[in-house]
């Protein structure tokens, strides 16, 4: 079964730099998350989109930004990049579409690894 | 708002001992509640989740869990580790399973031949 899909899986910017993260959700799934994990953490949420349109904000950064576009994929765009920001940044997805099952789980993606130097 | 705890950020045990995962949530809505596994540097993978219905949930790989409100605990269990369990377990709560997820602060679990 198609699964989640994340790009670049390894990313290493500079101080200041910007960054795009990629997620691609499973086909018929029309909402995206955006995690967080640091180093030995918990995955912290970040924002999430249903149709589009932004649905929940975390505590996500003023440096950072995110859309989800018409064909459903997601873009985590990431600017003037601090050391703290290096984590594993999670995208998940799931479905409000009726007849799909497990509706209600959110599937996860194999992460991103932002090194920021 | 809502939160879980997870007793013990390590857990060892012997391949073919019982496994118990703790975690007790706080929910002002009836939670969902999710059991979440990674293993080094990969993703989180659904292990099983409780939403209404049948307290007692199975899960893959021989999980298994049961959602006790009177307790506020959805304990994870499985009765003989196996090397392959080896990995760190988050427990997740969200008060529907379209909200985002609020996670634990995961518990590693060691097996030892």
Redesign the interface.
């Known amino acids: 079964a198609a699964g989640v899909i994340q790009s670049p899986r390894h990313l290493i910017k500079e101080k200041r730099e910007t960054a795009t993260l990629k997620c691609y959700p499973i086909p018929r799934h029309d909402t995206v998350y955006w995690y967080q994990q640091g180093p030995g953490q918990d995955p912290q949420f970040l924002i999430s989109f249903y149709e589009k349109m932004q649905s929940d904000k975390g505590s996500i950064p003023d440096r950072f930004s995110a859309q989800q576009f018409s064909d459903y994929h997601s873009e985590l765009n990431m600017s003037s990049l601090e050391l703290g920001d290096s984590a594993l940044y999670f995208c998940a997805s799931s479905s409000l579409l009726a007849g799909l099952r497990n509706t209600d789980t959110q599937y996860f993606g194999p992460g991103t690894r932002l090194t920021v130097l | 708002a809502q939160s879980v705890t997870q007793l013990g950020s390590h857990v060892s045990v012997s391949e073919g001992a019982l496994v118990l995962l703790r975690c007790n949530y706080s929910s002002s809505v009836p939670p ?1 509640l ?1 059991w ?1 596994v990674q293993y080094p ?6 292990l099983l ?1 409780y ?1 209404t219905g049948a307290t007692l949930v199975k899960g893959i790989n021989g999980f298994e869990a049961e959602f006790k409100k009177s307790e506020t605990s959805f304990h994870l269990t499985k009765p003989s580790a196996h090397m392959s369990d080896a990995a760190e377990y ?1 427990c997740a709560v969200s008060g ?11 518990t590693r679990l060691l097996v030892s031949p």
């Open positions: 969902y999710f979440y540097n990969q993703g989180l993978q659904l989740k939403t988050f529907t399973g379209f909200q985002k997820l609020v996670f634990g602060t995961g």
